[in-house]
């Protein structure tokens, strides 16, 4: 019975979480959303639901503003799969009659009828199986379906057809009212802790100006407070509504907004849209297939004087900014290069590792126990060429780099090899002030062993967004620098592609 209660009050609190991430924009008058729910609308999407401005409303995978997304919330204390035939079973969702399916039919057909509009999110802890067909059907930018993949004309025979078949006829319908419902369907795993949600929510109420709960105290006040309001049937708040219910509370503890937000994106993280929390976005995943640009030669004509605009307007109106970069390695050295160490601003980084922190040059004090670099310098075909530099923080990506140049890069003539003294991992780079360290550490390596001549270089890194934006700072005494990017979903084949050559 023990565990039971746990599980339940475990399972309240990541809905609870959920809930205060997207109220807490409430609070921002630049925020698209309008409007929050907590266990109301649909059924069987009901644990939370948001309303966003038509004007500034986020967009679908086909381009088209979704103005309420419905969420709902399955937590599991242990981690497993699930597939496509667990979404007809009722079983599934400890339902006695209706599954998750059937659920997600109604309320499209009540509230999207079109298919447009609306977005009806299951947001679970489990993953799709690894071997069940659905997975390979799975947008995992905006965790939608693929529509071209699973209506691709094919037979029920085919893997296709066979989810399509079994869906069709558990809600008896044809492939048509399917594809509408397919359409508004979004199926997001968050394996994010509940320690972890707690360490985000802190930064999103510091910004919000929400009393933050010290991490020692055991109890978190938020995961209770919106249960008292649902006993009391306040289940929906507007802007107005929901800061009177925090005033009420003693949850406010200032204005809020004390560092300006920027945001730039070329990829969506799967449950933390930049829109939700940020002054302003730069959105740059039109140009992007999942992880890979769309037209090589975009980098350059597109994407970089984007960046360049969007920074240069945000510097001018602000001496103290804090960048959160969901995007490219590419991006964050050019965001560097443009802020660079002589702009006179201040900026932070919010910075995913295992934690979400912000990190800014000065955050803690320099520590001799960090890890630092161990440098290696290997000649491959002789001298005066160019030199490639691979920076293994997070990922050792050396025998990947070394493929790369000997296939595609004759001209580079010696390879700096920079590894942390603890080995590569998440935890290599401790804060900003450590990342801006080795950062620093790294740029004098470079000017060092090119002290006769500066060839151009070529850099291969594998690190924190914070840590290549402080590099990227150091950009005009590196010279001319070409930046490469690995294809991880292996879309064009694999291995390393180059990306923007700087300055341009």
């Not at 997304?69 to 006695?96: M, R, T, Y």
Request: hydrophobic share 40%.
């Amino acid at each position: 019975m023990t565990q039971a209660v746990a599980v339940r009050r475990d399972g309240d609190a990541f809905q609870a979480r959920i809930f205060w991430r997207k109220a807490a924009c409430l609070l921002d008058p630049k925020s698209p959303v309008t409007q929050v729910g907590f266990e109301s609308g649909p059924k069987g999407f009901d644990d939370v639901w948001v309303a966003y401005a038509a004007d500034r409303a986020p967009n679908d995978h086909e381009g088209r503003p979704i103005l309420r997304e419905h969420i709902q919330c399955k937590w599991h204390v242990s981690v497993n799969d699930f597939g496509h035939a667990d979404l007809i079973e009722p079983e599934w969702i400890n339902a006695n009659r209706f599954s998750l399916l059937q659920r997600a039919r109604a309320a499209q057909v009540a509230h999207a009828r079109d298919g447009f509009g609306a977005r009806f999110k299951l947001l679970t802890n489990w993953r799709i199986a690894q071997a069940d067909p659905l997975r390979g059907y799975i947008n995992q930018k905006s965790k939608t379906l693929r529509l071209k993949d699973l209506f691709d004309g094919s037979t029920n025979r085919s893997a296709a057809g066979k989810v399509r078949k079994l869906w069709r006829e558990h809600l008896d319908i044809d492939d048509q009212e399917l594809m509408l419902l397919a359409r508004t369907l979004s199926l997001d795993t968050d394996s994010t802790s509940l320690e972890d949600h707690r360490d985000n929510l802190d930064l999103l109420f510091e910004n919000r100006g929400l009393r933050r709960i010290p991490v020692n105290e055991s109890s978190f006040v938020y995961d209770d407070v919106v249960f008292q309001w649902l006993a009391q049937c306040r289940l929906e708040f507007d802007r107005q509504t929901f800061r009177e219910a925090c005033k009420r509370e003693g949850l406010l503890a200032g204005d809020g907004r004390t560092h300006m937000g920027f945001g730039v994106k070329s990829f969506e993280h799967p449950f933390d849209r930049l829109e939700d929390r940020c002054a302003v976005v730069l959105d740059l995943i039109p140009h992007f297939d999942e992880r890979s640009i769309r037209d090589q030669t975009a980098w350059a004509t597109t994407l970089y004087p984007m960046l360049k605009s969007f920074l240069q307007t945000a510097a001018k109106d602000s001496q103290h900014l804090r960048l959160i970069l969901d995007a490219h390695i590419t991006l964050a050295f050019a965001a560097g290069s443009v802020l660079n160490i002589k702009s006179g601003r201040c900026v932070e980084i919010e910075q995913r590792t295992v934690h979400r922190n912000v990190w800014h040059s000065s955050d803690m004090p320099s520590d001799p126990s960090w890890p630092g670099w161990v440098f290696d310098l290997e000649t491959l075909n002789g001298n005066g060429g160019d030199m490639a530099v691979a920076v293994c923080l997070t990922h050792d990506v050396v025998q990947a780099v070394k493929l790369h140049l000997a296939v595609s890069s004759p001209e580079v003539s010696s390879l700096l090899i920079a590894r942390p003294t603890c080995g590569a991992g998440a935890r290599s780079v401790v804060c900003g002030q450590h990342a801006f360290d080795l950062a620093e550490a790294l740029a004098l390596q470079i000017n060092q062993r090119r002290i006769e001549h500066r060839p151009p270089l070529h850099l291969f890194i594998a690190a924190p967004n914070a840590f290549t934006f402080f590099l990227g700072q150091r950009q005009p005494s590196l010279g001319k620098t070409a930046l490469y990017e690995y294809d991880f979903e292996r879309a064009n084949g694999g291995g390393y592609r180059p990306s923007l050559s700087l300055p341009i």
